[in-house]
């Protein structure tokens, strides 16, 4: 039997997994944060850690496609993926951050109904980023795929509702642009969370 020294497959599989299921966890935590507004401090804390840790699996999916010499999908899509899953993650941690920093007193409805469609998003996400390994399933994904951009719309509209209900009601400027970054934020993690549904779609057309 012949050994290989070159790497011929690498852990993407299991990386991409583990990005995802933080996702999910960053995601919950989120919610968590917006619909039990406690332990401020220590809730954003929490989402600050898990950003961190996701940030080095991304470094090591980035590091896996320098060291392996057969990659299970194109090295630009696997590149692509970690990124737009990052961003994900990047702009659930930086609502937070926001949340603390500009010291919100009380969550809108709105900010708690985009967290949620968040939420719903990244566990369409874990779904499909798990399906991956299964080349005779890819196609499957594209069920992920369709409800990550119906929930994007769906934020889309509560989104556009949300920033004209800041203009027309009894909110001072600086609670307006307050709230006006932190729906920005929110409205961003779910455009990600679509970003990276259009790349799951291309690696399924490419391999399915």
């Not at 917006?34 to 991304?58: G, I, S």
């Not at 708690?112 to 299964?134: E, I």
Request: hydrophobic share 40%; proline share 2%.
């Amino acid at each position: 039997m012949r050994l290989s020294l070159i790497p011929r497959s690498g852990r993407f599989h299991d990386l991409f997994e583990e990005s995802a299921h933080k996702l999910v966890v960053a995601s919950e935590a989120l919610a968590d944060l917006l619909t039990h507004f406690e332990n401020v401090e220590v809730k954003t804390a929490h989402l600050r850690d898990l950003e961190h840790e996701a940030d080095e699996v991304t470094h090591e999916i980035y590091r896996q496609v320098h060291r392996t010499f057969v990659t299970p999908f194109d090295r630009e899509d696997i590149a692509t993926l970690a990124q737009r899953m990052d961003d994900v993650m990047d702009y659930i941690e930086g609502t937070s951050t926001a949340i603390r920093t500009y010291g919100i007193s009380q969550p809108t409805p709105a900010a708690r109904g985009l967290a949620d469609l968040v939420r719903l998003q990244c566990l369409q996400l874990v779904r499909a980023v798990s399906t991956l390994r299964h080349r005779g399933r890819l196609k499957s994904i594209l069920e992920q795929v369709k409800e990550i951009n119906r929930l994007e719309n769906e934020a889309d509209t509560l989104f556009l509702n949300s920033m004209a209900e800041l203009f027309q009601g009894e909110m001072s400027s600086v609670e307006i642009i307050k709230w006006r970054d932190v729906y920005v934020e929110l409205e961003r993690a779910t455009d990600s969370c679509e970003h990276v549904a259009h790349i799951l779609e291309a690696i399924v057309l490419k391999h399915a």
